[in-house]
């Protein structure tokens, strides 16, 4: 006699009541699975793009901004910074390394960065085709963009002020596609990059050509002072001893007009802001799987009430207590297993659409169908959920008196 079968047959007897246990066992399943995977997949993202950064120098402002700006390009910047006195602080002694940065233009919503050829190199971004830049006015593209754009070697863009598409077009300078970047999963996936000296050139060409419109006759003088007086956006640090993170950066907020965050700290801070949200859903999700574990227990033992009769039946067919009884378990195990399977799913496709959402909106994809640690656990605790709500109705199965049930039929 094939216990399985008529597992999976009462299962289907029952639709109305077993669809309840199910949906609500996946409902919490892949509440919990989805909490987990966005959890787990930002937080990746984040720690990719922090690789070989302790601290980021720029304008005074939100430290949280100036991280957001700078290092994963989804805010708008706090300002700008001198170039003498960012100068100034790559020579300390404390700091290691340095890359400064400056942006403020896009192309069709892609920011492009001015940044020293280290910037690549930070995040092994790696040439697919072409080669890197030369002479001001060339660019590398990251991935997305030339997939997204449709961007090839040798096309030219025109910039547009600001962050923003409908921002006013820089006409008077084309930039040169000569190399497009493999993918690299991180921020450079995303940007449009070239030399600092292009996004000097294109802006002062551009005030140049503003201040010619008022006044025509520009000294040598007046040029030389535009060029003393260049400016980046932010500066990326490494630090030559990790023990420079707490003094140094505390120095540059108290002795000078700029502003230094440790990205590392802003970060976590970001964490536990959105950690008590993230929470609250876990618990929501944990009740949710423990109200599926009562309806299924409360399913399963009507399902034996209403089917002594049957069993009774099956027992004098030659069926043992113990078979009987493994047959309420089975259906109990059948349902809590397809509810985390069925949650997976769930969870994966709501990973999808937040990704699809995150990628309209700021150009970070998430998407990911890896099976976390965690998530093995979740699959725990749903076979405990399937044996612990039919272990009194298998119980009372195998305490039956068939004789007594017949004689009362």
Same mark, same amino acid.
């Given at each position: 006699?094939?216990?399985?079968?008529?597992?999976?047959?009462?299962?289907?007897?029952?639709?109305?009541?077993?669809?309840?246990?199910?949906?609500?066992?996946?409902?919490?399943?892949?509440?919990?699975?989805?909490?987990?995977?966005?959890?787990?997949?930002?937080?990746?993202?984040?720690?990719?793009?922090?690789?070989?950064?302790?601290?980021?120098?720029?304008?005074?402002?939100?430290?949280?901004?100036?991280?957001?700006?700078?290092?994963?390009?989804?805010?708008?910047?706090?300002?700008?910074?001198?170039?003498?006195?960012?100068?100034?602080?790559?020579?300390? $002694?404390?700091?290691?390394?340095?890359?400064?940065?400056?942006?403020?233009?896009?192309?069709?919503?892609?920011?492009?960065?001015?940044?020293?050829?280290?910037?690549?190199?930070?995040?092994?971004?790696?040439?697919?085709?072409?080669?890197?830049?030369?002479?001001?006015?060339?660019?590398?593209?990251?991935?997305?963009?030339?997939?997204?754009?449709?961007?090839?070697?040798?096309?030219?863009?025109?910039?547009?002020?600001?962050?923003?598409?409908?921002?006013?077009?820089?006409? @008077?300078?084309?930039?040169?596609?000569?190399?497009?970047?493999?993918?690299?999963?991180?921020?450079?996936?995303?940007?449009?990059?070239?030399?600092?000296?292009?996004?000097?050139?294109?802006?002062?060409?551009?005030?140049?050509?503003?201040?010619?419109?008022?006044?025509?006759?520009?000294?040598?003088? @007046?040029?030389?002072?535009?060029?003393?007086?260049? @400016?980046?956006?932010?500066?990326?640090?490494?630090?030559?001893?990790?023990?420079?993170?707490?003094?140094?950066?505390?120095?540059?907020?108290?002795?000078?007009?700029?502003?230094?965050?440790?990205?590392?700290?802003?970060?976590? $801070?970001?964490?536990?802001?959105?950690?008590?949200?993230?929470?609250?859903?876990?618990?929501?999700?944990?009740?949710?799987?423990?109200?599926?574990?009562?309806?299924?227990?409360?399913?399963?033992?009507?399902?034996?009430?209403? $089917?002594?009769?049957?069993?009774?039946?099956?027992?004098?067919?030659?069926?043992?207590?113990?078979?009987?009884?493994?047959?309420?378990?089975?259906?109990?195990?059948?349902?809590?297993?397809?509810?985390?399977?069925?949650?997976?799913?769930?969870?994966?496709?709501?990973?999808?659409?937040?990704?699809?959402?995150?990628?309209?909106?700021?150009?970070?994809?998430?998407?990911?169908?890896?099976?976390?640690?965690?998530?093995?656990?979740?699959?725990?605790?749903?076979?405990?959920?399937?044996?612990?709500?039919?272990?009194?109705?298998?119980?009372?199965?195998?305490?039956?008196?068939?004789?007594?049930?017949?004689?009362?039929?």
């Amino acid at each position: 006699m094939n216990i399985f079968k008529l597992s999976i047959k009462n299962i289907f007897n029952k639709p109305l009541s077993s669809s309840i246990s199910l949906a609500l066992l996946v409902l919490g399943v892949g509440i919990i699975s989805l909490l987990l995977q966005l959890n787990t997949l930002i937080k990746d993202q984040m720690d990719n793009n922090l690789r070989g950064i302790d601290m980021v120098v720029g304008a005074k402002g939100s430290p949280l901004q100036l991280i957001l700006s700078s290092v994963y390009h989804i805010d708008s910047p706090t300002g700008n910074i001198s170039l003498a006195e960012a100068e100034t602080i790559s020579n300390n $002694r404390m700091v290691g390394s340095s890359i400064k940065i400056l942006y403020g233009d896009n192309y069709k919503g892609f920011r492009i960065v001015g940044a020293e050829k280290k910037f690549i190199e930070l995040y092994k971004g790696v040439i697919k085709e072409g080669k890197d830049w030369d002479n001001p006015y060339e660019v590398l593209v990251g991935s997305k963009v030339y997939e997204k754009l449709k961007i090839n070697l040798g096309d030219e863009l025109i910039s547009s002020h600001g962050l923003r598409e409908t921002g006013q077009s820089h006409d @008077e300078g084309t930039f040169k596609v000569v190399g497009l970047l493999k993918p690299s999963n991180s921020v450079i996936d995303q940007l449009i990059i070239t030399s600092p000296q292009s996004v000097w050139d294109i802006h002062e060409t551009h005030d140049h050509d503003e201040h010619e419109n008022e006044n025509e006759h520009e000294n040598e003088h @007046e040029h030389e002072h535009e060029h003393d007086n260049r @400016e980046i956006t932010a500066m990326l640090i490494k630090f030559k001893s990790p023990m420079n993170i707490i003094q140094f950066p505390r120095q540059i907020n108290e002795n000078t007009n700029l502003q230094a965050a440790v990205p590392s700290y802003e970060i976590s $801070r970001l964490f536990k802001l959105f950690g008590f949200g993230i929470e609250t859903l876990s618990y929501l999700a944990y009740l949710i799987i423990i109200v599926s574990g009562f309806s299924l227990f409360i399913n399963l033992f009507n399902s034996m009430r209403e $089917r002594k009769y049957e069993m009774a039946l099956i027992r004098t067919l030659g069926a043992s207590r113990f078979q009987l009884s493994t047959m309420i378990i089975f259906e109990s195990l059948v349902l809590t297993i397809s509810g985390f399977i069925l949650g997976l799913l769930f969870s994966r496709f709501g990973v999808m659409f937040v990704s699809s959402l995150m990628e309209e909106s700021i150009n970070y994809n998430l998407n990911s169908l890896k099976i976390l640690n965690e998530e093995y656990w979740l699959l725990g605790l749903s076979v405990l959920i399937g044996v612990v709500s039919s272990l009194i109705p298998a119980i009372q199965v195998y305490k039956m008196n068939i004789s007594k049930i017949l004689a009362d039929a």
